[in-house]
């Protein structure tokens, strides 16, 4: 007795303050696992699905980002060291390490990098044990334990002997359906984002182009070229400042959508109703308006004066992949110089062009107010997960 009171205790001196009534164990005793690493399967066009580390995220399968197939004939040598079946969870040991995805279909191949666990029956639930690998407690101990330098990964018996709180089997099983619960939640959110974007990107090729109006708008477009009605300015070095004056237009706020870097001067100056073209660059052709600032030399500043600026931003967005066809230069692709001359633009009177750029802010407004609140939704399971997956919460069984 007194050897298990010690052992208890040594249990949870290694973990962070859990429960009394919480076991702290490894994960090699709480699974089967099988690890995929070893020779590269032959690929080919179709076949059985093969599930790599790319199409692993954050707690699903992704199978648009990555599709491909193993022969049906080479499926059984493939998988002889265990078969996927619904609910095992997946975790990728490197290139990335530690995205974890739960199985949603057994008509699949496992390729390298990949470890299946299955918790054991009755102890440790599936769906507990995907929450688990996806808390920040784990991923910081992945992190200790991890090897490599430019790519980081997990040798196997390093995430086997990993530690992990676990309550008893039917507080797992509350606390993976509360968890489940927000997921659906975020998951019917970025559904419904989707939509919203199809729509957008529909209803966008439709009242740019004319093919439908607007209620009380009448009267023949016309088609210009483009520097028939802005006036162009190509952005300049910015020296960057602590706390400087001007916002900088630059790389880093085209990435994150954030002013990160500051300027005391601001050589070339743009205004809220200017358009932004991103000139060189693997995304040239790249345009957006509504910001103030000092212009990058990356961008160049479309001074819109006989167009509105968001009906032209948006039917630079409704072509940004013919702009970007159009690009030149061996190393770094640019926008060509003589674009301003043969990019036309097929427009209405200003008025209607305002009420046009008017239904499509409303749009966007929508879209960003979605993903806003899809955001809050999954900082708040995060907080509730390091909440649910510590005991500092409990459940009522």
Same mark, same amino acid.
């Given at each position: ?24 164990k ?20 179709? &076949? ?34 265990g078969?996927? @079946?619904?609910?095992?969870? /997946? #975790?990728t040991?490197? *290139? ?7 199985i ?5 191949? /496992?390729?390298?990098?990949?470890? +299946?666990?299955?918790?054991?029956? &009755? ?15 784990f ?24 530690? %992990?709180? /676990? ?7 509350k #606390? *993976? ?24 990107? &529909? ?23 483009l ?6 300015? @190509?952005?300049?070095?910015? +020296?960057?400042? @602590? ?10 706020y ?11 001067? *601001? ?28 212009? &990058? ?25 013919? #702009?970007?066809? /159009?690009?030149?230069?061996?190393? #770094? ?27 499509? %802010? ?36």
């Amino acid at each position: 007795m007194l050897a298990n009171i010690s052992q208890k205790n040594e249990q949870r001196k290694s973990s962070k303050i859990i429960p009394q009534e919480w076991e702290v164990k490894k994960l090699k005793d709480l699974t089967t696992y099988v690890d995929y690493r070893g020779k590269t399967p032959t690929k080919v066009e179709q &076949g059985v699905f093969l599930i790599t580390a790319r199409n692993i995220k954050e707690g699903f399968i992704d199978y648009k980002v990555s599709k491909e197939y193993v022969k049906v004939d080479d499926y059984e040598s493939i998988m002889r060291r265990g078969k996927p @079946k619904v609910g095992d969870v /997946l #975790i990728t040991t490197e *290139a990335p390490m530690g995205n974890v995805a739960q199985i949603d279909r057994e008509d699949i191949a /496992l390729a390298q990098r990949v470890i +299946k666990f299955r918790g054991e029956k &009755g102890v440790l639930d599936n769906t507990y044990l995907k929450y688990h690998l996806l808390s920040n407690e784990f991923q910081n101990q992945l992190l200790k334990r991890a090897i490599g330098t430019t790519v980081l990964g997990i040798q196997g018996k390093e995430l086997h002997n990993i530690k %992990i709180p /676990l309550p008893n089997y039917r507080e797992q099983l509350k #606390i *993976a359906s509360i968890l489940s619960t927000w997921d659906k939640a975020i998951e019917l959110k970025e559904k419904l984002i989707n939509q919203k974007k199809v729509q957008k990107k &529909g209803l966008m090729q439709k009242l740019l182009t004319g093919e439908e109006r607007l209620p009380g708008f009448k009267g023949n477009w016309k088609e210009v070229q483009l520097d028939k009605v802005v006036k162009k300015t @190509k952005g300049k070095a910015i +020296k960057y400042v @602590k706390d400087g004056k001007y916002p900088a237009i630059d790389m880093d706020y085209l990435q994150s959508g954030e002013f990160k870097n500051f300027s005391d001067e *601001a050589v070339v100056f743009a205004n809220k109703s200017d358009v932004l073209l991103l000139w060189d660059g693997s995304r040239a052709g790249k345009a957006f308006t509504g910001v103030e600032g000092s212009v &990058g030399s990356t961008f160049v500043k479309l001074e819109c004066k006989a167009i509105n600026n968001v009906f032209l931003q948006k039917h630079m967005e409704m072509n940004e992949l013919k #702009i970007q066809r /159009l690009r030149e230069g061996s190393g #770094i692709p640019h926008v060509p110089k003589d674009f301003l001359q043969y990019y036309k633009v097929c427009m209405p009177n200003i008025e209607e062009q305002d009420a046009i750029a008017n239904v499509l %802010i409303n749009m966007d407004k929508n879209i960003d107010l979605l993903e806003k609140e899809t955001f809050e939704l999954k900082e708040q399971k995060k907080g509730l997960m390091q909440l649910l997956l510590t005991g500092k919460v409990r459940v009522k069984l």
